[in-house]
């Protein structure tokens, strides 16, 4: 059972323009969101995040905006860069005791940026 | 970037074999996590780890094992690798409560 979606496997964006990336969870117990980008051949590296407290969370070109009630969250990247050509993943947390915490992964978006 | 270093990058190994994946890092970071991913899956939670010798398992557990007998190192085994566990094994680490997660650049493991 997926209990974090991202529904899209591919989003094409020309240079400039806005990309919104979106993710669907279903576990209520999420307490905290984020994002991560992943480049070819290179591990994922933390981008933003939003505790479920927050409605929006901003950084930058980057904000993630998140609705509770719907359980949905997403992420936008204004404007869009050649660079920010990579696979994006959501993931969610909740806690597993002992202090530490397990994150959850969407399957990933593979966003394209086109100069 | 966060210190981790996973070793090997690449293998290529026989099914029935055993194989060791190994995380190092230098951050001194408490939580340690191994995870898999696959196309069409995401990231997958293997096992982790919450200090020296406290480890426990994550989603897909099953014909995986760790250890971690010292803070900066974080072993993965496959006790006799399958092909279904062909795939890229990425660690992460955080070093306090909440704090997100920082991975290594991967591991690709196929098995023949």
């Known amino acids: ?115 | 970037d966060a210190g981790i270093t996973q070793s090997p990058r690449h293998k290529v190994t026989e099914t029935g074999t055993p194989v060791t994946l190994r995380c190092h890092q230098t951050e001194n970071h408490r939580y340690m996590y191994w995870y898999r991913q696959d196309p069409g899956h995401g990231l997958r939670l293997i096992h982790y780890s919450y200090g020296v010798k406290d480890t426990d398992k994550g989603e897909v557990s099953d014909g995986y094992s760790v250890s971690r007998s010292k803070t900066e190192d974080f072993l993965l085994t496959l006790e006799s690798a399958t092909s279904s566990q062909t795939s890229v094994y990425f660690c992460a680490i955080s070093g306090r409560q909440g704090s997100p997660l920082h991975f290594g650049n991967g591991t690709r493991l196929t098995v023949t």
């Open chain 1, 1 to 115: 059972d997926q209990q974090v979606k991202q529904n899209s496997p591919s989003l094409s964006v020309q240079e400039g323009r806005i990309s919104i990336l979106n993710c669907d969870y279903t576990n209520s117990m999420f307490d905290y969101f984020l994002w991560y980008k992943k480049y070819p051949a290179e591990g994922p590296t933390f981008l933003i995040s939003i505790s479920s407290i927050k409605d929006k969370n901003e950084d930058g070109r980057f904000t993630v905006f998140l609705n509770k009630s719907a359980k949905h969250l997403s992420l936008h990247i204004v404007p869009s860069q050649p660079g920010d050509s990579a696979v994006y993943f959501c993931a969610a947390r909740k806690d597993s005791g002992a202090g530490s915490y397990q994150l959850t992964f969407g399957k990933g978006t593979k966003l394209s940026v086109i100069p």
